[in-house]
């Protein structure tokens, strides 16, 4: 059976598509039944190209050409995840009122500030010779599918049939100017910084965060630290994502607050990190060099990474990229390998300005009153007029708050404002090296999010290449909000060269794990990168690993990916061991934890006090130990770090004594915790399991608008989970309910140069379609810590293949 298929496409061109199933198949059946083969005809296709789907969802794109290769790379991502495309395309234009109501125009607004508004020459340029043709290329192969799907609603998603509107067309430019899904920083510690020295001093500031390298920071000159409480909350509605709730799509027109608010996230329960090394062959178990990572990001369904291959002429990428950008970004090419986790650059800074009180539109630079530039807009409103809105930028960047009271106004500077800081998608010129040298020409201009690249080639060589935009600040550190007056500028960017590197080290690996990772002669005093880095503890533990094992097989490295033991655990185990108590449930707590190996199992008693012991208490009484009550009131959780170090060396802070106070507070927090996990789960010790806390929920963006049936079917979970928010396996959660909210949904160990040898999981699975057999296919094998092969060759692709799409030009 054959159709025929018109629709029009843009620029006014008519297209035919033609569906023709050859064969039944299933996606989970085995490789050698007959594939489902699909055909089409599309508008805007040079020549013929063909998608192969293996049984684990992984499309493998074949083009006769580079401009092909990333029209069908964009039309694939839109056949598996379009709604999750066009959620992040809406979200990150500010234009989600459109389609969802009124409860989003302030979200509209908020990110409308944080888009690229600047030169798009300059702004292509940034990413090498073919950005803009790339980008042209993906973008007309997602309107393609998005003018199939319109033309023919049965084919629509079911989240536009349920919220009743269309995907929308792109230009190739919406691709970069989207800026506030990147991971910059660090905004949200400049202004918890200064809460502490408004109701204490900087030094209590230290238990909040640990300076790394050894620095103290000062109060800028002219700085009032006292700020106004909901300062962030602008910044908050530009970088979150998009709750979709029943109140929210219900608010009536003028209701602005019906979704937005609730949406905010607790920065402690969604820290970033990821893990990635690279084993030299003199190290490694096969005699080829190894490639491992495993990004840590939210949780979410679909997942926020999509694993593609992509080969044309030219072009044979394989790896996880995010699915609305072209190109690969973690993965191989079939010399090179290449992985990434975050470096802590500060790319942001909080400006603090005087306002003119005769003109509110002005703020005083450099002794003068300059005026701010206001930009109008209209945002489209469903089932309501438009709203005009006004947004307002200093010389600095947008402006966030205006406080009246203190006659202040507050703007960012932000490198996502700079040309080529499109996050991720500086990918498409570093994964076509084929040498390290070209590897790292790639990333010296490397803009957002500042990362760690880890490499790998085919001849034995393995490296370290860190990038990133990183501002130069003469006269101050980043760590707090400056005064807009002229007297705090960056003065440029230090130079991709100046960034630390590694080339095939003497100790035959490399890893990195957003630990502070500066070399011991790197002038940090005068770049100022960063102080803020992430706990060291999962460096510490794969450091640990890798230095153990006289070689390292894929099979070790898939098992370090899925290590639980915590390091801090082991720290505090070790503090306790000493210990005894009079009172028989602390004494109790004692000998629960007496011997345990610090390794987070789900159905461990020892790991559910633990976690307990250490969200819910231990911080709380540490803070109130060694800080005034002011001081203690105005942060949250204590730098984990900062809490080892002092409980081991209490003389520092304790004062009088120390020894003594230290231990009463860990006996005093510890029978706190016992108490609370024998209301949770009861008096019996043996029923006790980690894994009842602590569980993982993927939520769909539409779960809470749904009824239950269907929230069960778009959500994946609730799993129980093993592992901790400090084991290389990170698993943070919310300490409100345990509900994981980070971790490594992606991983891949890269066996490099005998690549269908490589493995991968995604989670829960590739597809965005509910109804898909590939939407949750993958969650057991993640939870199990299993993998898939990551097939490259055609051959080998081809025996897994279990649906075959084939894509035809119309003329």
Sequence with gaps: MQRSLFYPYAAGLLASLTLLTAATG?????????????????????????????????????????????????FNAARDRLFQIDLWRRRGLG????????????????????LYRGDMQREWQSYGPHAEQVASAFVAGINAYVAYVNAHPDKLPFEFKRLGYAPAKWLAEDVVRIRSHGLTRNLDSEVARANVACKADLKSDEIRVGLTPQWQTTLPEGLDPCLPKDLLKIFQLATQGV????????AAQGNTDAMVIAAAENPEDVAEGSNNWVIAPSKSATGR??????????????????????????????????????????????????????????????????????????????GRWEPFKIIKEQIQVKGGEAVSVDLTFSRHGPVIFVEPGKNRAFAVRSGWLEPGMSPYFGSIDYMRAKTFAQFKHSLLHWGAPTENQVYADTKGNIGWVPGGLAPIRPNWDGLLPVPGDGRYEWAGFWSGDQLPSSYNPKQGWFTSANQMNLPSD???????????????SRFTRINEVLSALEKVSLEDSMRLQNDDLSIPARRLMALLKPLSSGDAQTQAALNLLAGWDAIERADSAQAALFEVWLSRHLGKDFKAAVLSPAAADAMGAPDTAVLLDTLEQPQARFGQDAVQKRNQVLLASLAAAYAEMEKLQGSDTVQWQWGKL?????EHPLAAAVDGTTRAKLNVGPMSTHGGAYSPNQSTYRSSDFQQTNGPSFRVVVDVGNWDNSRAVNSPGQSGDPDSPHYRDLADKWLKGEYFPLLYSRAAVEKATVERIRLQPFN
């Design 26 to 74: 299933h996606a989970k059946e085995p490789a050698n039944t007959p594939a489902v083969t699909q055909t089409y005809q599309i508008a805007g296709l040079k020549q013929p190209a063909e998608i192969l789907i293996d049984q684990w969802g992984v499309p493998h794109i074949y083009a006769a050409n580079q401009d092909d290769v990333f029209f069908v790379q964009g």
């Design 95 to 114: 234009q989600l009122a459109q389609v969802f109501g009124p409860a989003y125009v302030q979200q509209d607004r908020a990110t409308r500030l944080f």
């Design 243 to 250: 709750r979709i709730t029943k109140d929210s799509l219900q």
């Design 289 to 366: 060099a190894i490639m491992a990572n495993d990004p840590h990001r939210a949780y979410s369904t679909p997942s926020l990474r999509y694993i593609a291959h992509i080969n044309a002429p030219g072009l044979d990428v394989i790896g996880a990229g995010e699915p609305a950008l072209p190109g690969i970004s973690i993965g191989h090419n079939g010399s090179v390998a290449f992985g990434l986790t975050i470096f802590n650059i500060d790319q942001e800074d909080l400006y603090v300005y005087q306002l003119n009180p005769e003109h509110e539109d002005q703020y005083k630079y450099q």
């Design 522 to 536: 790197y002038p940090y005093r005068e770049r100022k990168l960063g102080f803020e880095w992430t706990n060291n």
């Design 694 to 698: 602590h569980h993982n929920l993927m």
